[in-house]
C-alpha cells in the first residue's frame, strides 16, 4: 500500500497548531508520517510540539532561522520523500482537514488518473473559510477542458495551479521536478511549484477533499490592498511573480503583470512610496531565478 | 579443479591438465578454456572441435569466441600450450545429422591478468596531454572533469530515454526441443572485482542451490580473475570476446535454449545480453527477466539507461538502491510495479566489528583512512590533498592510512612524496583486510565522483567509524547529512577538511554524526533483501 507524509509547516501560531495537528492525526486514511516543520518560531510553539513529540509517525524538524512558507514547504517535502513516502500532503499550519480529506484526495487522485489515462502531479482539496463558505485566497486555477472528469461522473477538476493549503503530491512529481523555491520565502511559491509540476500533466481538484482555512478575514490577494504593514509580504510576491513570469513564461507576461500591479496599486490608491518600493522589488525579480533544488534519496 | 561440463564429450587433450591437472595452464587459463568450448559447443551443436590452445604476453586479453579463432594463423608473440580434442553432445534440430568433419579452432586465452597502469591507458598526443596534466595538476585537473560532467549531465538529463517496442506475441514458435535441466542465463559484464560482480556470483551461488544450471555469459574483454571462483564451479561460463558474428550468437542463444530447460535470465550489468532481449523475448514470450541495477552513471546512464531503453522486455527491475527506483520510476516513467528494490545492506560485514572502535584510546593520533581501487572514479588524489590540508591544520597529531591498489598507483605514489606525507601516511595493500583499517580508523573518506551506495560505507557502520563522503549515487542514504560534501574538487576539500577537524576538536560531535549514520543504516537494513528477493525469485522460477 503506498505511504503518506503529511507536511505542515508552522510559524508563531501555537493557538491553531494543535487543532491543525489533530485533524491530521485523527484522518481516516491516517498518514504514515507527520512531519511538522517549525520555522523557528519564537511564541512558544516548541511546547506544543513537545506534547507531539514521540508520538508514532510524528516527525519534528526544528529550523534555526525562519525560512519563509517557501523554505518550510522544502524542508518538509524533502523529509517526507527522505522518509520514503510515496505521497506528501502538504499544508498551512491554520488548516483544518475534514477527517476524510486525505482518503478522497488519495481516491479522488486515482480516479482521476485511470480515467485520464496518465499519472497526474498533484491532487488539491477544496478549501472552505471557517463560515462554510469557498476561501477566496485557495482557488484552484481550472484547464480550459477542467469539467472533463465530471463528465464521466467524477467530483474532480481539472487544475493547472493551486495553493499549498491541502496538496498531495505523489512521490514521482518531486523526483522529476524537484522541491519548491526556498528562495522564494513567501508568496507565489505553491503557484510557481504547482505549475512547474503541471508540466507533466493537469492537477486535480478532489471537491470531496474538504479542509477549512481558518484565516482572519476571508479576501484574496490584490495590489489594491497593499499598506505600510502587508508592504512585505507583498514585495516578495512581486519580486517572485516577476521571476517567474519573465524567467519561466515571457516578456509579454512579465509586462502584463507590471501592468496589473500598476493597475492594482492605481485603483488602490496605495502611496506613492509604497509603489515605489514594489516597482524596485520587481526590477529585482528580473535578476532573480532561483534554481528547483532536487530531493535526496534516502529510503 | 573444473571438470568439461555434460555439453561436451572429451576425446584427446595435450597440455591442458583437464583430467589431472598436470598441464601447462593454470585453473584460471584452464576454465576459460572451458568458457571458449562451451561457446563453441553450445554454438555448434554435435561438431567435433580441434583446439589450439594459445597464451599471450602478461596482460593480453584473450580471444574465445570471435571471428579470430578461425584462423589457423596467430601473431609471433603467441605461444601453443595446448591442444584439444572435444565433440559437442547438445542435441538441437530433431532428426538432422550435423555435417561431419573437424572443426579447428585457434583459442587464444591471453596473459596473466595486470593491473593496466593509467600512465598506459591514454594513448596518443592527446592521452600525453591529459596524463601529463592529471598527474601535475590532479586537482585542476579534475575541477574541469567535474565541470564537464555538470555540463553533460544537464544536457543528458532533460531528454527521456527512448524506449523500445514490446514485443506483442505472447508464444514463439517452436523449432526445437528443449533439455531437461532447468537453468537460469545469467548476463555479467565480466569476472573481475567489483561491488554488481560479488553479488552476481552470489545470485549464480542461489541459481544452484535452487536447483538451476547457471549459465553465465560475460561480454567484456576481460582475463577473468574471478573466474575460479567457487560460485560458479558447475555453472555453464561462456566469457564473449567480440565480435561474434551474427549466425554465431543465434546459434549460441540457440544451443542455450535448446541443451537446457531455461527458466528464466538475470541481468548483472551486460550489455550484450541486454540488446540481445527483444529477440529472445520474441523466441521465449514466456521467459522471464529480471536486471539488477547497481549505479547511475553521470554522463552516459550506463546499464540503467540500457535498463530504461530495454523496459518493455524486462519483467523486473531489480535496484539495489532507492536512488535508482526513483530515477527510474521518477524520472523515466518505468511502471512502479516493475521496479523492485531489494539492497545488498551488510553484503560485505561479516566479521567486521566494533570492539576494536571501541577500544580505542583518545590519545594517540587521529586516524583519517580511504579504502578502495586507485582509479579516476575514486579520485585518490583528491583523498591526498585533503590529508595535506589536514596535516597543516590538525589541532591534534595526526595520520592517514590508504588502502588500495589500481591504475592510478603511479600517481598516488608520486603524490604522497610531493606533498610530504611520507612520514604521516600509510600506504597499504590488498594483502591487509579491510577490517584492520576501519578498526584503526577514526574517520573513512569516500571522495568518489561517482557510487551507487559504496559496500565499505556499510563496513564503516559495522565497524563503528563514521563516514565523510561525496554527495553521489545513494550515498545520502547512509551518510549524516552533514557529512555529505560537494562533489567538485575544492569544495570536497574544504568542506570534508572542516568537518574532519570538527570531528578531531569534538568526540561528542564526531559520536553524533555516527548515531546518525548507525540510524540510517538500521531504517536501510530493514528494505527488503536482495538476497531474499532473488531466492524468492529462482523459487517461484522452478514451478
Known amino acids: ?299 | 579443479m573444473d571438470k568439461l561440463p555434460e555439453i561436451v564429450e572429451l576425446l584427446d587433450e595435450s597440455g591442458i591438465g583437464l583430467a589431472d591437472g598436470e598441464g601447462l595452464l593454470d585453473e584460471r587459463e584452464r576454465r576459460i578454456l572451458i568458457g571458449a568450448v562451451n561457446f563453441h559447443a553450445l554454438a555448434r551443436p554435435g561438431r567435433t572441435f580441434r583446439i589450439t590452445v594459445l597464451r599471450g604476453p602478461r596482460g593480453t586479453m584473450p580471444s574465445l569466441t570471435d571471428d579470430r579463432t578461425r584462423h589457423i594463423e596467430w601473431g609471433d608473440d603467441r605461444e601453443v600450450v595446448g591442444s584439444l580434442v572435444v565433440r559437442s553432445t547438445v542435441q538441437t534440430t530433431s532428426g538432422t545429422n550435423p555435417p561431419e568433419g573437424l572443426v579447428d579452432l585457434a583459442v587464444d586465452l591471453g596473459g596473466e591478468p595486470e593491473v593496466a597502469s593509467a600512465y598506459h591507458q591514454l594513448p596518443g598526443l592527446m592521452g600525453k596531454v591529459r596524463r601529463s596534466v592529471r598527474f601535475f595538476a590532479p586537482v585542476q585537473f579534475d575541477v574541469l572533469r567535474q565541470y564537464r560532467t555538470d555540463v553533460t549531465e544537464k544536457r543528458y538529463r532533460k531528454r527521456e530515454v527512448p524506449k523500445k517496442a514490446p514485443v506483442r506475441i505472447t508464444r514463439g514458435t517452436t523449432a526445437t526441443g528443449h533439455g531437461a535441466t532447468p537453468a537460469i542465463i545469467f548476463g555479467i559484464h565480466w569476472l573481475e572485482l567489483g561491488g554488481a560482480e560479488r553479488f552476481a556470483l552470489e545470485t549464480v551461488q542461489l541459481a544452484k542451490e535452487a536447483g538451476f544450471t547457471p549459465i553465465v555469459i560475460t561480454d567484456r574483454p576481460s582475463t577473468h580473475p574471478w573466474i575460479t571462483r567457487p560460485e560458479l564451479d558447475g555453472a555453464i561460463v561462456v566469457p564473449l570476446t567480440h565480435p561474434v558474428s551474427p549466425e554465431q550468437e543465434s546459434a549460441f542463444l540457440n544451443g542455450v535454449l535448446s541443451a537446457y530447460d531455461v527458466r528464466g535470465v538475470h541481468l548483472h550489468h551486460s550489455t550484450w545480453l541486454a540488446q540481445r532481449l527483444p529477440w529472445l523475448k520474441s523466441i521465449r514470450p514466456d521467459l522471464p527477466v529480471i536486471d539488477s541495477l547497481h549505479i547511475l552513471e553521470w554522463r552516459t546512464g550506463g546499464f540503467v539507461d540500457i535498463s530504461v531503453r530495454m523496459t518493455n522486455v524486462i519483467d523486473h527491475h531489480h535496484v539495489i538502491s532507492p536512488m535508482l527506483r526513483d530515477y527510474l520510476v521518477g524520472k523515466q516513467g518505468v511502471d512502479p510495479a516493475k521496479v523492485e528494490l531489494a539492497t545488498l545492506a551488510n553484503l560485505t560485514t561479516k566479521g567486521i566489528g566494533q570492539a576494536a572502535a571501541k577500544a580505542k584510546s583518545d590519545d594517540g593520533p587521529f586516524t583519517v583512512a580511504f579504502v578502495g581501487r586507485f582509479t579516476q572514479q575514486k579520485r585518490p588524489y583528491l583523498f591526498l590533498q585533503l590529508a595535506a590540508s589536514l596535516k597543516g591544520s590538525a589541532s591534534r597529531e595526526i595520520r592517514f592510512i590508504v588502502h588500495g591498489d589500481g591504475e592510478l598507483a603511479g600517481e598516488v605514489h608520486g603524490l604522497v612524496s610531493r606533498l610530504g606525507l611520507s612520514d604521516v601516511l600509510e600506504l597499504r595493500g590488498s594483502d591487509k583486510p579491510v577490517a584492520k583499517t576501519l578498526a584503526d580508523a577514526d574517520v573513512l573518506v569516500i571522495s568518489s565522483d561517482n557510487e551507487g551506495l559504496t559496500l565499505t560505507s556499510f563496513e564503516a557502520t559495522a565497524a563503528g567509524v563514521p563516514v565523510v563522503s561525496t554527495d553521489v549515487g545513494s550515498q545520502a542514504s547512509l551518510v549524516a547529512e552533514d557529512l555529505l560534501v560537494p562533489r567538485h574538487p575544492y569544495p570536497f576539500i574544504s568542506t570534508a577538511a572542516e568537518r574532519i577537524r570538527t570531528m578531531i576538536n569534538s568526540p561528542e560531535q564526531r559520536k553524533t554524526w555516527l548515531d546518525e549514520q548507525a540510524g540510517k543504516a538500521a531504517a536501510f537494513a530493514k528494505l527488503p533483501d536482495a538476497r531474499t528477493w532473488v531466492r524468492d525469485t529462482y523459487e517461484g522460477w522452478l514451478k
Open chain 1, 1 to 299: 500500500m503506498s505511504t503518506v507524509a503529511a507536511v505542515v509547516v508552522t510559524y508563531n501560531r501555537k493557538d491553531k497548531l494543535p487543532k491543525v495537528l489533530d485533524h491530521v492525526l485523527a484522518q481516516s486514511r491516517k498518514p504514515e508520517w507527520l512531519v511538522i516543520v517549525d520555522n523557528a518560531s519564537t511564541d512558544g510553539t516548541d511546547e506544543v510540539l513537545k506534547r507531539y513529540e514521540g508520538l508514532d509517525g510524528v516527525v519534528i524538524v526544528r529550523l534555526t532561522e525562519n525560512t519563509g512558507g517557501a523554505g518550510g514547504f522544502a524542508t518538509g517535502m524533502n523529509k517526507g520523500y527522505e522518509l520514503g513516502a510515496d505521497f506528501v500532503w502538504i499544508m498551512d499550519d491554520d488548516c483544518y482537514a475534514n477527517s476524510d480529506a486525505l482518503e478522497e484526495l488519495v481516491n479522488g487522485l486515482a480516479k482521476a488518473e485511470a480515467e485520464m489515462g496518465m499519472q497526474l502531479p498533484f491532487a488539491c482539496s477544496l478549501v472552505r473559510w471557517v463560515d462554510g463558505s469557498i476561501c477566496e485566497m485557495n482557488n484552484p486555477v481550472t484547464t480550459w477542458d477542467w469539467g472533463r472528469l465530471i463528465a464521466k461522473g467524477q467530483e474532480n477538476v481539472l487544475v493547472q495551479h493551486c495553493s499549498f493549503v491541502s496538496v498531495l503530491f505523489p512521490r514521482w512529481a518531486l523526483t522529476k521536478h524537484g522541491l519548491p523555491l526556498r528562495e522564494y520565502f513567501i508568496w507565489f511559491d505553491d503557484q510557481e511549484y504547482t505549475l512547474r509540476v503541471n508540466k507533466s500533466g493537469p492537477g486535480v481538484q478532489v471537491l470531496r477533499s474538504v479542509v477549512v482555512h481558518d484565516l482572519g478575514v476571508n479576501r484574496g490577494v490584490n495590489f489594491s490592498d497593499v499598506n505600510a504593514s502587508n508592504l512585505w509580504k507583498f514585495e516578495y510576491g512581486a519580486r517572485n511573480e516577476a521571476s517567474y513570469r519573465l524567467h519561466h513564461e515571457n516578456p509579454v507576461a512579465f509586462a502584463k503583470f507590471v501592468v496589473r500591479v500598476h493597475q492594482g496599486l492605481k485603483g488602490g490608491r496605495v502611496p506613492w512610496g509604497l509603489r515605489l518600493k514594489l516597482f524596485r522589488k520587481i526590477v529585482e525579480g528580473v535578476k532573480f531565478n532561483p534554481k528547483p533544488e532536487m530531493p535526496r534519496s534516502v529510503l
